[in-house]
């Protein structure tokens, strides 16, 4: 593993880890049972007992973060290839969700009135149009490689990963003009 793949893996496993310190904050003023998923009307409708949602799902996020980031390491190794940009960008979606989601849920457990319908879609919206940027940019190389089936050619690979980026950033556009909405 190269050294910049190790120093992603180590800074997006303390930051999947770091919002820990926020429910050792405030773990006397928490609840036993804390909600960790919501109806579209923001209404709780899953609890999970306090020690599991503070600390098990970090610790779970992070362990998904290292076999994520292991694989596409891996990968790109066997392949004697440089890592895609999009990919460099997607190792840090795993810790940015963790992070928003947990505070998220320290704050709806502890009282305070959370959108969570458009705090997911912000994220969510902001995140496809990020991805939708980059798609287009992606070398026909790195595209043979992840998309299936593979592009036949050159041209129709740009003629699809530009619908593509399109397609995302029109989601994501329509992601945020619905937290209008919810």
């Not at 997607?90 to 505070?103: A, N």
């Not at 969570?116 to 879609?121: A, D, E, L, R, T």
């Amino acid at each position: 593993m190269e050294n910049r793949s190790k120093k992603v893996l180590i800074l997006s496993v303390i930051m999947c880890l770091l919002p820990m310190v926020l429910g050792i904050i405030f773990y006397n003023k928490l609840p036993e049972q804390m909600p960790i998923h919501f109806t579209v009307n923001d209404v709780p409708d899953n609890y999970a007992p306090k020690n599991f949602a503070l600390f098990g799902i970090p610790i779970i996020m992070a362990f998904v973060q290292t076999i994520c980031i292991i694989f596409t390491t891996k990968v790109n190794e066997l392949k004697n290839s440089k890592k895609p940009r999009i990919l460099k960008i997607m190792e840090w979606f795993i810790p940015i969700i963790t992070v928003l989601l947990y505070i998220i849920m320290i704050e709806v457990s502890l009282g305070s009135t959370i959108y969570v319908g458009k705090s997911i879609c912000l994220i969510l919206g902001i995140s496809f149009m990020i991805i939708g940027n980059y798609i287009p940019k992606m070398s026909y190389d790195v595209g043979k490689g992840i998309f299936h089936p593979s592009p036949k050619s050159e041209k129709s690979f740009r003629k699809m990963s530009k619908v593509m980026g399109y397609l995302f950033v029109i989601m994501g556009i329509i992601l945020l003009i619905m937290i209008i909405w919810i």
